[in-house]
Structure formats: C-alpha cells, structure tokens
C-alpha cells in the first residue's frame, strides 16, 4: 500500500470504477484506502460485494460497498475514505461516492438507500444531499435517503445538522 499522500489537486481528478461482486480477476485488497483494517469476516464480505472505488492519481481515496439484494431498500455496508485526506478533499471523494451509489439505486430501480459510516467519515456532505440521520453516535452513523423515480431524488423530512 502507498504511503504516498493524496494532494488536493489530485483530489480535483477524481476516476470512478464500479465493480461488479461477481468480477473476480481484481485484487480486492488492493482497494482498500490507506489505513484501514478489516477483519477476515468483513474482507470476505467485501470480495463478494459490488464496490464503488474512487481513485486519484492512481491511489485509492474511497470505497463504498453493497450487496445486490431483491429488495426496494440497498443497504452500503461500507464506505471507506482514506484517512490521509483534507477535509475538503474528503468531502469531494463523499460526494463522488455518493453520486455514484444514487445513480446505481436509482438504475436498479432501489427507492431507498441506507448507508452505514464509521465515526471518522464527516456528516456535512451527506446533510449537502439531503440524507436523514438515522442513528448517530461516537462510533458512526446510519443514513437514509429515499430515491423517488419522479423527481429523481428527493429530501426527507429532516436533513442532518
């Protein structure tokens, strides 16, 4: 893994790659971003996930994961961001991430997503695209947002603070 420091100006050219949970000739582990650690049982589950990674200049800065399910309500059960990155460049990888899993929600025809994060990923660009707080304390949080089909995504009745 790079110890390299992602830039701010890389973090202006931000790729996007969907991976599909059945594609295996990718490494998995490889797109994990800088320092995280995730047991046996939560990288198993990542291997067989669909992911949304976002790179910049080659290195992995974020990650989101979900299981494909026959169900209106997608569930991430990851959303991982390198923990290197400024607060303004975290939120442009949050964002980006965010766009990429209301797009693939709304193409699959999902009407609501729910995101878990972990304590260190910041809340303010999610209150930016309308997600409601769910759960929130010291260890993370639990998001929602409802994706309506007419008006391709709507607000909640409560945005987070």
């Keep these: 893994m790079s110890k390299e420091v992602p830039q701010t100006a890389a973090c202006q050219h931000l790729n996007v790659v969907v991976v599909p949970g059945h594609y295996c000739a990718l490494d998995r582990n490889n797109v994990i971003p800088f320092d995280h650690r995730l047991s046996r049982a939560r990288r198993r589950h990542l291997q067989t ?69 972990g304590g260190s990923v910041p809340l303010p660009p999610f209150a930016k695209r309308s997600y409601i707080a769910l759960v929130v304390d010291p260890d993370g949080a639990w998001l929602e947002k409802r994706i309506d089909r007419l008006c391709w995504v709507s607000a909640g009745p409560q945005a987070i603070n």
């Design 49 to 117: 996930s669909d992911q949304i990674v976002v790179t910049a200049d080659l290195l992995v800065v974020g990650l989101a994961a979900y299981q494909r399910v026959a169900s209106d309500v997608r569930v991430v059960h990851e959303l991982l961001l390198d923990s290197r990155l400024e607060c303004r460049d975290a939120a442009r990888v949050i964002d980006t991430l965010l766009a990429s899993l209301e797009l693939a929600a709304y193409d699959d025809h999902i009407s609501c997503l729910m995101i878990s994060v």
